[in-house]
């Protein structure tokens, strides 16, 4: 097994971390303190390819590969966890779809936009009362008497990129009868006509990223728009999913890396009883045991990332990488807070936002539990 | 078109810094990073680039390692890099290194319509003296402390620079420009120029590529043909703590002249 960078990712990463100390760090706080989406780091990201960063050039990509983009949101998530899941919900969630599943014609219609970023995307999967569920989807899309157009009822909840994006992947169910083998996949434009975004969602943590509704209210969609085949929707979403999960892994992982380095930084600044912090043996202790677990959580999501980019099976890789980012990035972050003390606690420090950022990643794209579930199915646990 | 820009690999000073035993740097310890002010050349001439549609060439003197930054450059949206690079140009001083950087930029072939462009100077050496001196040694005329570059047709309006004012410049190409910060910011590599660079033309002049120009001689280039000799070189001792006083009354005053008078200044 290689565990070295290529030169290109090597020097990749040094691009990345120039960007994020200089154009992300300094927003952190505010984007966090107003609820502030950061359009104009978005506007900055996509004109550096960082919005399209694996896919062809012939589509408007950067031609890089899938562990160069984990690197991207790693890197990002280190110093801001929203300006990272802003480009994982992106990338992951709705460029890669319509790449993977689209035809020729909505590759080149919509990818080019995207990938530049000159349109940001999203993905609709998630309805009020279909979270784990997603089987239990509710929202119809029913093809109209001429046979042009679908129209599509319902709604989608917890919609990240959603007040911001043009461009929606999104899924209905197109026949109830069959179930998950039901529902259908659609590119969503925002100006299709019964379109339209509900409420934003006041949240604990990434607090910059845009969450809200989608209602769909007789929205009509041309049937061109249909994303795969007819009824083959929930298989798109969960391979969907599983790219998904190495992004949110990637922040995680920034996420638990990004406060482990403040951590060391701020205990050799801090002096109690006459000595600094990093003196103690339990602060030594404590660093060594949190660095340890963001190292393991790069290893599981780089291997991960290679897998897809080599076009090996990845579903259990991208599983187990978010599982343990998540939850190390969890219990890393909390545990930096506590070697802050009282500090940590205020927002005069910026690791009580990496805390709260954090607590999200064991949830979305499917909550630490649902991992668990796919990596038992995958060892062939009944 | 062309825009030739002359870069450095130069030791990050924000790090730590190592002497070697006879003065010089010590520069395999030390981390290094591409010059400052020659990123904002690079920057200038990618700008030109974007205006004129000027092919852009990085020019490199150095060991074999200053790939690394040559490819960088690259991957911000330079189109092919030379790395000018032999044991016979090692120990060069700034008259040696424009010598030789002449001959590289002459190598490549300076026409009517071409710009040499340099950083105004490297933050190890801080001589500000090759740029002008490639500029003398090509017979180019030279704008130095370039704060404003704008071009139309052949003919360049430049406001230069000074401690205590600018002037502006209007100078015919070809010519020199050495370039300050104050002209642009430097852009970031992109994510394509990264996957790309290493795909781009990429050449190393070594002695034998230069030797027949006249500027390449060995009473001329390298340690023999440099006629600067380092005598001595330190770390200045760190000053101590500074102390501050406030207030402009008379007790303030008194015990400012008190700590004055104590160290013998007044």
């Known amino acids: ?382 | 078109m062309k825009i030739i820009v002359c870069v450095k690999q130069v030791p990050d000073t924000s790090g730590k810094v190592a002497v070697n035993p006879d003065g010089t740097l010590n520069r395999a310890s030390m981390a290094t990073i591409t010059n400052p002010d020659d990123l904002n050349a690079v920057e200038a001439a990618l700008a030109l680039k974007e205006q004129t549609g000027a092919e852009v060439i990085v020019v490199s003197m150095g060991p074999p390692p200053a790939e690394g930054m040559l490819r960088e450059i690259m991957a911000r949206g330079v189109d092919r890099a030379v790395l000018v690079s032999a044991r016979e140009f090692g120990g060069s001083d700034t008259y040696a290194t424009s010598q030789i950087l002449a001959a590289a930029i002459n190598k490549i072939g300076i026409e009517d319509d071409d710009i040499v462009m340099c950083g105004r100077q490297a933050i190890d050496g801080d001589t500000a003296q090759v740029g002008p001196q490639i500029a003398e040694k090509l017979g180019l005329p030279q704008v130095s402390y370039a704060a404003d570059i704008k071009k139309e047709g052949d003919t360049l309006t430049i406001k230069r620079m000074l401690e205590d004012g600018y002037m502006t410049i209007k100078v015919k190409t070809p010519c020199l420009i050495t370039c300050i910060k104050e002209l642009n910011a430097p852009r970031y590599m992109s994510v394509d120029g990264v996957f790309e660079c290493y795909a781009k033309p990429y050449e190393i002049f070594d002695y034998n590529t230069l030797k027949d120009d006249p500027l390449v001689d060995p009473t001329t280039i390298g340690l023999k043909g440099s006629p600067t000799n380092i005598f001595k070189s330190f770390t200045p001792p760190q000053k101590g703590v500074g102390m501050m006083l406030e207030g402009a009354d008379k007790a303030t005053c008194d015990k400012l002249a008190g700590i004055l008078a104590a160290k013998h200044m007044i």
């Not at chain 1, 994982?88 to 909505?106: D, K, M, N, V």
């Open chain 1, 1 to 382: 097994m290689d565990f070295h960078l290529t030169r290109e990712q090597e020097m990749v990463r040094k691009m990345y971390r120039e960007f994020a100390e200089t154009e992300v760090k300094p927003l952190a706080e505010e984007l966090d303190e107003e609820e502030r989406f950061p359009m104009e780091t978005v506007e900055k990201m996509g004109k550096l390819g960082m919005m399209g960063i694996y896919f062809p050039k012939q589509y408007g990509g950067a031609g890089g590969d899938v562990l160069s983009y984990a690197m991207c949101v790693e890197e990002l998530a280190k110093v801001c966890g929203t300006t990272a899941v802003i480009v994982s919900a992106h990338t992951s969630l709705c460029c890669a779809p319509i790449f993977e599943h689209g035809t020729e014609e909505q590759k080149m219609k919509y990818l080019p936009d995207l990938l530049s970023g000159k349109k940001i995307g999203a993905f609709g999967l998630t309805e009020p009362n279909a979270g784990t569920d997603a089987s239990g989807q509710q929202t119809t899309a029913v093809l109209d008497e001429a046979g042009e157009n679908y129209i599509l009822n319902g709604s989608k909840c917890f919609i990240t990129n959603g007040t911001v994006a043009d461009t929606f992947v999104v899924f209905a169910m197109t026949d109830k009868k069959l179930g998950n083998h039901g529902i259908s996949a659609f590119i969503v434009e925002k100006s299709f006509p019964g379109f339209s975004v509900g409420k934003h969602e006041k949240k604990m943590g990434i607090r910059g990223s845009s969450t809200c509704d989608l209602i769909f209210e007789d929205c009509v969609v041309p049937k061109e728009n249909l994303l795969g085949k007819l009824n083959g929707g929930f298989k798109i979403a969960m391979m969907t999913l599983d790219g998904g999960r190495i992004g949110i892994a990637a922040q995680a992982l920034g996420l638990g890396e990004g406060a482990v380095s403040e951590a060391i930084k701020y205990t050799q600044e801090r002096v109690q009883f006459k000595k600094r912090l990093s003196q103690f043996q339990n602060t030594q202790f404590q660093l060594a045991d949190m660095h340890t677990r963001m190292q393991a959580a790069q290893y599981l999501v780089y291997a991960a990332a290679m897998k897809k980019q080599n076009h090996e099976p990845y579903s259990m890789d991208a599983a187990m990488a978010k599982l343990f980012a998540a939850e190390a990035a969890s219990d890393v972050t909390r545990r930096a807070v506590q070697l802050f003390g009282g500090y940590g606690y205020t927002r005069e420090y910026p690791v009580e936002r990496m805390m709260r950022d954090a607590k999200i990643t064991e949830i979305y794209e499917g909550t630490s539990e649902v991992q668990r579930m796919v990596i038992s199915s995958h060892l062939g646990v009944k």
